[in-house]
């Protein structure tokens, strides 16, 4: 499977401020999904990630809040901005290959 | 709104047991069918898929479908105190799409 890696693995930031989360593939990937995980809760789909084409967010989440960069088919971005303790949570990356998805090992954010 | 239904436990087995973990899904149109294990501070990792009605085993895991019933269901038979974990249910339509997770059962396992 592929072998997905995030940075930074864990942050803790200051309300109002912005980090962005990076999330690099060992091999290239038509689609990208970001998922967020709060405290003991399931994933929420974020957006999805298509290179060359600007985000599709879900419901509840929007670009100015959460915006996301996909500059090549194995790289792709998340910036959480002017946070706010309610942003606290794990954000995770996936990836689909042969119609299964695999999960990066997430970046854990606390908002203080 | 897809939903993904699941018990959320915690389910307590001894080791050596049969755990039974279930699930119910809320779009008829569904095509694949997951379940991933979630330890404690880590990511989700891919545990078992599943695409057609029936079983499917692997090793000591076994996934079953029932799609008229809208119903999958994960068995783990000899129970380890490493299969200590929460189990999460997705469920998918074709490829490229992202997932709709249930909310996950924590599976126990006593030594």
């Known amino acids: 499977s592929a072998v997905i890696s995030q940075k930074p693995s864990r942050d803790i930031c200051q309300r109002g401020t912005s980090l962005t989360i990076q999330c690099q593939v060992d091999?290239?990937?038509?689609?990208m999904f970001w998922y967020r995980q709060q405290p003991g809760q399931s994933l929420t789909l974020i957006a999805t990630?298509?290179?060359?084409?600007?985000?599709?967010?879900e419901s509840g989440f929007v670009i100015d809040k959460f915006p996301i960069s996909r500059p090549n088919l194995t790289f792709s971005t998340l910036t959480v901005s002017n946070m706010s303790p309610e942003d606290s949570s794990i954000y995770l990356c996936s990836v689909e290959e042969g119609n299964e998805q695999y999960f990066g090992p997430g970046t854990r954010l606390t908002v203080t | 709104q897809k939903e993904v239904e699941q018990n959320s436990g915690p389910l307590s087995v001894p080791e050596g047991a049969i755990a039974s973990l279930n699930c119910t899904y809320s779009d008829r149109g569904s095509q694949s069918f997951f379940w991933y294990r979630q330890y404690s501070g880590k990511s989700p990792e891919l545990i078992m898929s599943?695409?057609?009605?029936g079983d499917k085993e692997d090793g000591r895991f076994t996934a079953q479908l029932n799609k008229a019933s809208q119903y999958v269901s994960l068995l783990i038979r000899d129970s380890q105190p490493s299969d200590s974990a929460t189990y999460l249910c997705?469920?998918?339509?074709?490829?490229?799409?992202?997932?709709?997770f249930g909310k996950g059962t924590r599976l126990s396992v006593i030594a």
């Open positions: 599943i695409y057609s009605n």
């Open positions: 997705a469920v998918g339509n074709s490829g490229n799409t992202p997932l709709v």
């Open positions: 990630a298509n290179q060359g084409s600007e985000a599709t967010y």
């Open positions: 091999s290239q990937v038509t689609m």
